[in-house]
């Protein structure tokens, strides 16, 4: 593996655990303010499960605008 795929490798596992952080500690500060009393256990579990979502979404996104891109790298080299 590249140095730059290793990279990008460490900054998007860096990605999801700061993400998951965040969001844990939000549902920690937040739940209760709008009377959700969720414990710990729970609030760990909807984090990894947002998590998962997240992740998902965000590499569905990912190959579809690099689809996009090869194809219009080939519409463009194929009007040259």
């Excluded at 414990?39 to 990912?62: E, H, K, M, P, Q």
């Excluded at 190959?63 to 009007?79: C, D, K």
Aim: aromatic share 8%; net charge positive; glycine share 6%.
């Amino acid at each position: 593996m590249k140095q730059s795929q290793t990279m990008s490798l460490i900054e998007a596992i860096a990605n999801v655990a700061v993400g998951f952080g965040v969001a844990v500690l939000a549902q920690v500060v937040l739940f209760p303010l709008f009377g959700l009393d969720v414990t710990l256990t729970d609030n760990l579990l909807i984090g990894a499960i947002f998590t998962a979502v997240s992740v998902v979404r965000s590499y569905a996104l990912r190959r579809l605008f690099e689809a996009i891109r090869i194809r219009r790298s080939e519409t463009t080299t194929a009007g040259r």
